[in-house]
């Protein structure tokens, strides 16, 4: 795929959506690393339901710490995984009060340090908290970026990101990761793609498109 097809596809992507989002539920850098954290097979909406009410009572890395694995189990038990991600965040909640004074760093080496947060993790909390042009590759940003056309060959995860970050024009690359996962999450889904109203359907590469 040449510069200037990946520059129209998220021209158009950028048309459709010019302010994306994501759609977690959050106030502040920490309350994003939470449901972040959380989202692990789970989904947004599950998520904020459950940080709804969460949120409430703990919405620092101190209250949430005073509340305990056990009390933060209770709040997240509809979430799957939730007995790790209560341990993982109850540790990660110690990390930050003790090494970070309370605030969540900005530097994916400390992030990446934290118990439960891992590459694509630390991404979206640099993109997303700190504005940083990073892109965090989830299972749609995988399928789309390799779909289309603008990752193709790549095999994983790191070859995805790794394409993305080196062919997505700088213009566009502090939302690039937003634009991906919602035309993957609505217009390209994995079993039968919605090609008949996509956008870049002209541009995508992708050779079974499903038309009419």
Known sequence: MNREKRKAIFER???QKPHPLTELRYRNPFELLVAVILSAQATDVGVNKVTAKL????NTPEKMLALGEAGLRRYI???GLYKTKARNLIRTCAMLVNDYGGEVPDIRQ???GLPGVGRKTASVILNTAF???TIAVDTHVFRVARRTG???GARNVLEVERKLLKTVPDEF???AHHWLILHGRYTCTARKPHCDHCVIVDLCEYRHKVIG
């Open 77 to 79: 038990k509809s979430i």
């Open 150 to 152: 603008l990752a193709a």
């Open 110 to 112: 400390a992030l990446e």
């Open 173 to 175: 690359k502090k939302d």
């Open 13 to 15: 992507l950028k048309a």
């Open 55 to 58: 949120f409430k009572v703990a």
């Open 131 to 133: 504005g940083q042009p």
